[in-house]
């Protein structure tokens, strides 16, 4: 079976690409003037001192999705390529530490396949997660707890209250805690400050951050990996292996991003989300036996239910032959595939003509072969 | 003892530094010309096929430096964010195959650090690879030769009849042949076609290729990794899960440096590093009991031998006190320290200017306590 990312990787060139859930929406007005003002930072960058480039990117990029102790002046959050690179950095501290992960399932399979290389690898239902009950990752032998959230491809998220419960239930059975939110810029829910409530657990932690999934720059990112005090050391050494810095130019491109987000950028991006869901709840309506599986959700992915995997693999192969990519979901159910089996995933961060095309041609599909006849 | 990348970071912000080996120079006129057009290359990276950009980067970066047999249209080169990654996944590869390492001694220590988390890894001597004399390796158990030619920091490289011979060993014993020629394009001598030298062997290889020496382009680099068709589906899985792709507009980026490179922007960086070179030399004269280690390297950093680790460590002290940050020798030596100890390394990619203050301030610490008053 391929995984998530060689499936993404073959769409990539195909007139209707709602495969991957990289930003592909058009640039916004004033994105495009910061495109603009690319020899600019360029220029500037230059000149600055790393550190305080450094600093002013992540002050500003963490703040803009509500971070406000985020701990950058402590000099606890480093810079990274990105946030796969990241979660490689924190699969080789895992293994320095002698840890053993109980991961959120389903989630993005690279996360799985990236720290299975390094560690014993268990999952942990969302439920489980929301609740704070660990008592069977515990029995099991887990000493690390690694939740995406808000989820991939879910939207499943944990609220402040939820946080709140799993850092002190990490903290109570001396768990690290580590956590992906990636996708954090598209749900306001999940923006109260994670760090603040981690903090008053002393629950020893691990966040990635990533610019990487909220705006259509050409795959100019960076990842984050902010960590508690007590991490702070054995983070930097492992990190230092892989890099000396990131660009000072794309760490002046994320703090100009992150000003323009929080003048209205993000509300736009959030918009275009909800309308784009809007518009396959809406392309659902008129198809029988098609649903849309996660309805609260603000991710930028959706999925939806097509009843069977054998349904499930008609419409991706139907969708195929009209030009448009979408991802199964057995991957993201990477202990127990089947449960994924009958779901699609489609993207949402693209522009809206493209997705109505999409979903055109999806009902174009799903009624060649009336649920059931076959 | 630190890492070479934790000390390259603490020589970032400061006034001379000369520890790390990324390009510091000044932009030449025509490398500021294509920093100008970074919101022309951003937009055609937009609207142009993903694989037709990284098959034009990846081919005139290759020419730029030989390698016209380099396998690109067979879809055996893979873009990565920077070779560090391409080593990390080289790393996990190796692992997946069972193999143990004879990597190269001297080196920069981040390959052995990073191999070292996933496979055995032994020290080969630059002088067994230049003859081939893999008995030793392979009667330890190795399976794999790791190569950085040119090196780094002694600027030792393979020429085409030892690469020649070295691939037909490798081919001889079924041993996997991986090469880091992150250092190619400031020697002429190592920029003979590799890949036509490799597959005429018959041997199974690895090349990770790095365009991140060269231009002082603010940290937008690329790494790639080419394969023998043998390993391209392993590679291909592998890197996976780390990227969906490397950015479009990087890619571009590399594509006109690469053409700016033939066009007379290789020679005048190898005029700088040359000149730069030359500095070191006519300085060194005049200071009696220092010398240049590595007087026909041509790559980007050279090694002053000052005597003793005792020495070293006096001079690099007091080289920080005046603001001036070199590298100790010691961990490239990353099996037997103490065969650096003595040494310091210098980066050359700088402007002559602050080259020349760094060396007038080693020149002071130098005469500060004459040797052997000590």
Same mark, same amino acid.
């Given at each position: 079976? +391929?995984?998530?990312?060689?499936?993404? &990787?073959?769409?990539?060139?195909?007139?209707?690409?709602?495969?991957?859930?990289?930003?592909?929406?058009?640039?916004?007005?004033? &994105?495009?003037?910061?495109?603009?003002?690319?020899?600019?930072?360029?220029?500037?960058?230059?000149?600055?001192?790393?550190?305080?480039?450094?600093?002013?990117?992540?002050?500003?990029? $963490?703040?803009?999705?509500?971070?406000?102790?985020?701990?950058?002046?402590?000099?606890? /959050?480093?810079?990274?390529?990105?946030?796969?690179?990241?979660?490689?950095?924190?699969?080789? /501290?895992?293994?320095?530490?002698?840890?053993?992960?109980?991961? /959120?399932?389903?989630?993005?399979?690279?996360?799985?396949?990236?720290?299975?290389?390094?560690?014993?690898?268990?999952?942990?239902?969302?439920?489980?997660?929301?609740?704070?009950?660990?008592?069977?990752?515990?029995?099991?032998?887990?000493? %690390?707890?690694?939740?995406?959230?808000?989820?991939?491809?879910?939207?499943?998220?944990?609220?402040?209250?939820?946080?709140?419960?799993?850092?002190?239930? %990490?903290?109570?059975?001396?768990? $690290?805690?580590?956590?992906?939110?990636?996708?954090?810029?598209?749900?306001?829910?999940?923006?109260?400050?994670?760090?603040?409530? +981690?903090?008053?657990?002393?629950?020893?932690?691990?966040?990635?951050?990533?610019?990487?999934?909220?705006?259509?720059?050409?795959?100019?990112?960076?990842?984050?990996?902010?960590?508690?005090?007590?991490?702070?050391?054995?983070?930097? #050494?492992?990190?230092?292996?892989?890099?000396?810095?990131?660009?000072?130019?794309?760490?002046?491109?994320?703090?100009?991003?992150?000003?323009?987000?929080?003048?209205?950028?993000?509300? =736009?991006?959030?918009?275009?989300?909800?309308?784009?869901?809007?518009?396959?709840?809406?392309?659902? #309506?008129?198809?029988?036996?098609?649903?849309?599986?996660?309805?609260?959700?603000?991710?930028?992915?959706?999925?939806?239910?097509? *009843?069977?995997?054998?349904?499930?693999?008609?419409?991706?192969?139907?969708?195929?032959?009209?030009?448009?990519?979408?991802?199964?979901?057995? &991957?993201? #159910?990477?202990? =127990?595939?089947?449960?994924?089996?009958? &779901?699609?995933?489609?993207?949402?961060?693209?522009?809206?003509? +493209?997705?109505?095309?999409?979903?055109?041609?999806?009902?174009?599909?799903? =009624?060649?072969?009336?649920? *059931?006849?076959?």
């Amino acid at each position: 079976m +391929l995984n998530l990312t060689e499936l993404e &990787q073959r769409a990539l060139d195909t007139p209707i690409n709602l495969a991957d859930g990289h930003p592909r929406q058009e640039l916004t007005d004033s &994105q495009l003037k910061v495109v603009y003002r690319f020899p600019e930072l360029f220029e500037t960058a230059q000149v600055e001192s790393f550190r305080e480039l450094e600093r002013s990117a992540q002050t500003e990029f $963490l703040h803009a999705l509500g971070q406000r102790t985020a701990p950058v002046a402590d000099e606890r /959050v480093f810079s990274v390529y990105s946030s796969s690179v990241a979660t490689m950095v924190v699969g080789n /501290v895992l293994a320095d530490l002698g840890h053993e992960v109980a991961l /959120v399932h389903p989630t993005f399979d690279n996360l799985h396949d990236i720290l299975v290389r390094k560690v014993r690898v268990r999952p942990l239902s969302e439920a489980d997660c929301a609740t704070a009950d660990l008592s069977g990752a515990v029995a099991a032998g887990a000493t %690390c707890v690694f939740v995406t959230t808000p989820n991939n491809p879910t939207g499943w998220f944990l609220d402040r209250d939820a946080l709140a419960r799993l850092a002190a239930a %990490c903290a109570h059975h001396g768990l $690290l805690l580590c956590l992906d939110v990636s996708f954090r810029g598209f749900d306001t829910r999940a923006q109260f400050d994670n760090y603040e409530v +981690l903090e008053a657990a002393g629950v020893s932690y691990v966040v990635i951050e990533d610019t990487g999934k909220l705006w259509p720059v050409s795959e100019l990112k960076l990842g984050f990996l902010a960590v508690s005090a007590d991490l702070r050391h054995a983070v930097d #050494h492992v990190l230092s292996e892989v890099l000396l810095t990131v660009s000072p130019f794309v760490l002046r491109l994320v703090e100009l991003l992150a000003l323009d987000a929080v003048d209205g950028g993000f509300e =736009r991006l959030r918009g275009l989300v909800a309308e784009n869901r809007r518009l396959v709840t809406t392309a659902l #309506h008129s198809l029988d036996g098609i649903d849309l599986v996660d309805p609260d959700a603000r991710v930028s992915v959706c999925r939806i239910g097509v *009843g069977s995997a054998a349904e499930a693999e008609r419409v991706r192969a139907g969708l195929v032959d009209r030009a448009v990519h979408v991802l199964p979901c057995d &991957q993201f #159910h990477w202990a =127990r595939p089947g449960e994924g089996a009958g &779901q699609l995933r489609l993207a949402l961060a693209r522009d809206r003509d +493209l997705l109505a095309d999409g979903l055109r041609r999806l009902a174009e599909v799903w =009624r060649a072969v009336p649920t *059931g006849s076959t």
